[in-house]
């Protein structure tokens, strides 16, 4: 399969994710390296979840303290209370 890359930095990048995957999904190679070649794919889209989690860590903790809502208390309980134990 050639490669359509023109610089080393291009290389894994998320605008070659799309145009690199559709191929090797229609070729006959077996479903082990098909599954191999999108993990290599998509290896960078957990640092983008990482931003986004990053940003919004902060908003939930001060949501968390600002905004006091009935429903968030019961979830609270529910979530901190102990489980017993078998």
């Known amino acids: 399969m050639p490669s359509r890359r023109n610089s080393i930095a291009d290389s894994g990048s998320d605008p070659n994710r799309e145009e690199d995957a559709a191929p090797i999904w229609r070729s ?24 986004a989690i990053s940003v919004m860590l902060p908003l939930s903790l001060y949501f968390r303290t600002q905004v006091h809502w009935p429903m968030m208390t019961l979830i609270e309980r529910l979530a901190l209370s102990e489980q017993p134990r078998r």
């Open 28 to 51: 006959k190679l077996p479903m082990k390296v098909k599954i191999e070649a999108t993990f290599h794919l998509t290896a960078c889209i957990g640092y983008m979840l990482m931003v």
